[in-house]
């Protein structure tokens, strides 16, 4: 079974542009979940999809947005990116997006640099 | 708010030596403490999870004990190996919670030395 996978794997952006990241999950999981990786943070949550909703949030601010399609593939958007968003973006999926219950598979990451 | 700390940052030893790393919580209500390696290019991975019903966990060459009094747990790798080397996180929730409420620690790179 293949695993997620995340494209692109690199990305450079000057401030204020926008940017489209996507993730496609493993097959039969229906949740599909955003972390940011940085040193200084670590792993924090974005979001959670989940059949084409999104069913839970992170405390981001709103330029940070995503969706779902009927396939469960995920992208997320960055809008006016600014140089704090420079950044490891992961995905996971898992079959209901409950820890514990379900493992979350995560993908390889989309490093977004930020210029 | 909820809070979990991760020790050492980094941890350097000898190959065919044990590590050990260590977290604590701050949540009371946590009861599912999973451990995430995530090597270098690649997105973390479970290795071991133990739940708060049980003190101890054994899987090979890796283990996960826990204390819920102290409000601590820790992974045990024996035996080191090269391939052992990565970041390794913890987390603490709630079992069956969403991910949103699942609380990383900040990591701990293990380099193991041939």
């Known amino acids: 079974k293949a695993g997620v996978t995340q494209t692109p794997r690199y990305l450079i952006k000057t401030r204020g542009q926008q940017v489209t990241l996507s993730c496609s999950p493993i097959s039969g999981h229906r949740s599909v979940s955003w972390y940011q990786q940085t040193p200084g943070q670590g792993l924090q949550f974005l979001f959670e999809?989940?059949?084409?909703?999104?069913?839970n949030k992170g405390n981001f601010p709103g330029r940070f947005s995503g969706r779902q399609f009927s396939n469960s593939r995920s992208e997320m958007n960055v809008s006016t990116l600014e140089l704090g968003d420079s950044a490891l973006y992961l995905c996971a999926s898992s079959l209901e997006g409950l820890q514990g219950r379900n493992e979350q598979f995560f993908g390889p990451g989309t490093r977004l640099t930020v210029l | 708010g909820e809070n979990v700390e991760q020790h050492p940052s980094t941890l350097s030893v000898q190959e065919g030596d044990s590590a050990v790393i260590k977290c604590t919580y701050s949540?009371?209500?946590?009861?599912?403490f999973p451990w995430y390696k995530q090597e270098l290019g690649k997105g973390p991975q479970l290795i071991i999870d133990i739940r708060s019903n049980v003190g101890e966990k054994k899987d090979q060459r890796i283990a996960v004990t826990l204390n819920k009094t102290a409000k601590h747990f820790s992974l045990h790798i024996t035996e080191t190996q090269p391939e052992d080397s990565a970041v390794y996180f913890c987390a603490a929730s709630s079992e069956f919670t969403s991910y949103d409420k699942v609380i990383f620690g900040p990591g701990t790179s293990l380099s193991v030395i041939p």
């Open positions: 999809y989940f059949s084409e909703t999104q069913r």
């Open positions: 949540d009371s209500a946590s009861n599912y």
